[in-house]
């Protein structure tokens, strides 16, 4: 890898793999953006999977701030995990992050390392998962719609023959999730999709909105295009139960922070970073 490409990250390696360990590997990425939808998605799918951490990647263009969880201090990172298919049919390769990075050209840096990781992993295809903001009312009612677009003309449509989606005719994918399959492409021929389902664009403009409809909807996707072993629990019939765990996890944390009276202004109340 170029010397250049490493300028500003700090590699935590947890264990040894080679490429020749992969069976038939893709790609699936999802870094926190609008409603923490491809996160969400990302995440649940790395626990489902029980994937082991490869790398932790720690940038110098990730926030300034140390992340405190269980009262243990960590940084911001970027981390990629393996998960081997018992059943030999395809290998997959997760990368997620904390956050994106504070720059665009942090954003180009940390995504031009990625593609090429991935390249030397001998992944043959990138799959991003994120958000596709529209002005509906009806969200909350109905299944979001999911949209892709694709590095690949053939690609593009055979996916479209197996999938209920729509194409995104124009537009600009902000971040690293955009970025990373088109980059990938560019450089070293890797071909990739960008799915994104739908969410309220009130998201983009508050910070509190997680979307877990929208990202269990592209986990069944994932799941029945793949033939993933993605459990029940995580599914549109019980998206209310969920749901609920979730905001109970959110008050206690607010409870958390009240009782340490970090409260000085309405920002630091909503942040995890202290």
Not at 4 to 25: A, L, T
Not at 60 to 89: C, T
Not at 140 to 155: A, H, Q, R, V
Not at 175 to 201: H, Q, S
Request: hydrophobic share 40%.
């Amino acid at each position: 890898m170029n010397e250049s490409v490493f300028s500003g990250i700090k590699i935590i390696k947890h264990m040894d793999f080679s490429k020749q360990e992969f069976n038939n590997p893709i790609c699936i990425l999802g870094m926190p953006g609008i409603a923490d939808v491809g996160k969400f998605a990302i995440d649940t799918l790395i626990g489902q999977l029980n994937a082991e951490n490869y790398m932790d990647i720690i940038f110098n263009d990730y926030p300034a701030g140390a992340i405190v969880d269980d009262s243990l201090l960590s940084a911001p990172k970027a981390e990629i995990l393996i998960w081997k298919d018992p059943k030999n049919i395809r290998d997959i390769m997760l990368v997620t992050a904390d956050a994106q990075s504070l720059t665009p050209k942090g954003i180009y840096r940390i995504s031009n390392f990625l593609s090429e990781l991935i390249f030397q992993s001998g992944i043959k295809m990138i799959i991003a998962l994120g958000a596709y903001p529209i002005n509906n009312n009806n969200l909350k009612t109905k299944i979001p719609k999911i949209y892709i677009t694709s590095t690949s003309k053939e690609l593009l449509n055979t996916f479209l023959s197996s999938n209920k989606c729509e194409k995104i005719q124009k537009g600009v994918i902000i971040g690293a999730n955009g970025l990373i399959p088109t980059l990938a492409k560019a450089r070293f021929n890797i071909d990739g999709l960008v799915i994104l389902a739908e969410t309220d664009n009130i998201a983009i403009i508050n910070e509190d909105i997680t979307d877990l409809k929208a990202s269990i909807t592209l986990l069944d996707l994932l799941k029945r295009s793949f033939t993933l072993p993605i459990k029940k629990k995580y599914s549109l019939e019980n998206i209310d139960d969920i749901s609920k765990n979730l905001q109970i996890k959110r008050d206690q944390l607010e409870k958390n922070i009240e009782s340490l009276q970090i409260n000085d202004s309405d920002d630091k109340k909503k942040s995890l970073y202290i």
